[in-house]
């Protein structure tokens, strides 16, 4: 139905690069990630160039593969400490790691009065990469981010930061009972961390430039 060549001719001309990402976390590691590794060798993309992205808990097991030319694999480490139970709690919300220690109106709330998710004040600024609880709040939360982001579609406007804009106005009107501290997700660019003395997860670098549709 297709032509291989047609597609490959393309993408080599116009130099496309693929980004793979695999998540190898506990004995999912021994189990699949070379035979996932070594069979994407033989049919992955070939021809392109192509960056393996391995998030994992366990660098030093990731297995040494030969890899072909233009093809190289990079190793992220997730977790680095403790993430227990310490953390849960019925109604749990992060607190953003640039933000914890600014004043509020440095806060990046939706200021958009078009938008739902337009807010004036609130009390912390929380970052979207973790939030948690029992299902029932969990499924309150889903629904409230996805209408406000469904009502905001339909009038053209976009918040500011997307779901994490919906998700600080819901933890403004609904207040969170757990608050996990910015050690639970730790971006290492920042480098004043007088306070935090744990890093527990950490952010993988960000490329919007590449992630991003607009
Ligand atoms: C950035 C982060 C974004 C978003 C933003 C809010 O540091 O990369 O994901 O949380 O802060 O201002």
Not at 153 to 169: F, G, I, M, T, Y
Not at 185 to 204: F, G, H, Q, Y
Request: some cysteine; overall charge neutral.
């Amino acid at each position: 139905m297709f032509d291989p060549n047609l597609f490959d001719q393309k993408h080599i001309q116009s130099q496309s690069s693929v980004a793979l990402t695999v998540f190898a976390v506990g004995k999912y590691l021994d189990v699949y990630l070379g035979n996932f590794i070594t069979s994407a060798e033989k049919h992955f993309m070939l021809g392109l160039q192509v960056t393996y992205y391995v998030f994992t808990d366990q660098a030093d097991k990731v297995p040494i593969i030969e890899l072909g030319p233009r093809r190289s694999l990079k190793v992220i480490q997730e977790f680095k400490g403790r993430f227990g139970s310490e953390a849960l709690g019925d109604s749990v919300a992060l607190v953003h790691a640039w933000y914890y220690k600014l004043p509020k109106d440095k806060f990046t709330y939706d200021r958009n009065p078009k938008s739902k998710a337009y807010m004036e004040t609130g009390d912390y600024y929380y970052h979207a990469a973790i939030f948690g609880g029992l299902c029932d709040n969990v499924k309150d939360l889903a629904d409230y981010c996805f209408l406000g982001i469904m009502e905001d579609k339909l009038n053209n406007v976009e918040a500011l930061w997307h779901d994490e804009s919906h998700l600080n106005k819901y933890f403004w009107l609904h207040k969170p009972s757990r608050l996990v501290s910015p050690e639970y997700c730790w971006d290492p660019v920042i480098n004043e961390k007088r306070d935090i003395n744990v890093t527990r997860l950490i952010w993988a670098p960000k490329h919007y430039d590449k992630l991003r549709t607009r």
